[in-house]
């Protein structure tokens, strides 16, 4: 049963400076990792994906780096911007789960001015 | 519009009511997904639809709900005898088919509340 976890509930960061939110996932297939922002009373927004046979993505501000050995993914925004202040979440597709996404528990970004 | 839509977007119902929520996916996107976040939780998938047919039904909590999508588009999530746990916000997604280099694109949800 694979499980994707954030472990940080929420971090807080300055304008200007990196935001790095962190996931971890226990399966071994192959996958595709998402990451996701949301913002209250709002559906979440696709921002980046990555595939597993893959190290790094990247697209404009947003970075996300795979690690496979240690099972662990992380989304570096840089610069971060007020209008980054949402909640973010990872997720797994795995190509043998048919279509559904495993979603991590979330991290509530907060870019200060 | 050209996003998902999804109908009511507010929902207060008595405990024990049937409740029927609504999803209007991208269209085009013949793969359609339901999933519903608790308070402080993630997201818990619950069914995904490839056209009418649903492969995965695994998330549905219980045979109290059920879903179904007709003419490959429009999909409806059914709750029978409504329960204080189900309330959540319901969110609907979409993609263009059920691979994952193709992601999956959000409504803003209904926000099913149960006295």
């Known amino acids: 049963d694979q499980q994707v976890k954030q472990n940080s509930p929420s971090l807080s960061v300055q304008e200007g400076r990196i935001s790095i939110l962190n996931c971890d996932y226990t399966n071994s297939m192959f996958d595709y990792f998402l990451w996701y922002k949301k913002y209250p009373a709002e559906g979440p927004t696709f921002l980046i994906s990555?595939?597993?046979?893959?190290d790094k993505n990247e697209d404009g501000r947003f970075t996300v780096f795979l690690n496979k050995s240690a099972k662990h993914l992380s989304l570096h925004i840089v610069p971060s911007q007020p209008g980054d202040s949402a909640v973010y979440f990872c997720?797994?597709?795995?190509?043998?789960?048919?279509?559904?996404?495993?979603f991590g528990q979330g991290t509530e970004l907060s870019v200060k001015p | 519009g050209a996003g998902v839509s999804q109908s009511p977007s507010n929902k207060v119902t008595e405990k024990g009511k049937d409740v029927e929520l609504r999803c209007d996916p991208i269209?085009?996107?013949?793969?359609l997904y339901w999933y519903r976040q608790s308070l402080g939780q993630g997201l818990e998938f619950l069914i995904y639809?490839?056209?009418?047919?649903?492969?995965?039904k695994s998330g549905l909590p219980s045979d109290r709900f059920s879903a179904e999508r007709t003419g490959g588009s429009v999909s409806t999530l059914t709750i029978q005898r409504t329960q204080q746990e189900d309330s959540a916000v319901y969110l609907c997604?979409?993609?263009?088919?059920?691979?994952?280099?193709?992601?999956?694109?959000f409504g803003d949800g209904t926000r099913l509340s149960i006295l």
């Open positions: 997720a797994d597709w795995v190509y043998n789960q048919g279509g559904k996404l495993i």
């Open positions: 990555i595939s597993s046979i893959k």
């Open positions: 269209s085009g996107h013949t793969a």
């Open positions: 997604a979409s993609s263009q088919r059920d691979r994952g280099n193709q992601p999956q694109h």
């Open positions: 639809f490839q056209g009418n047919s649903a492969p995965d």
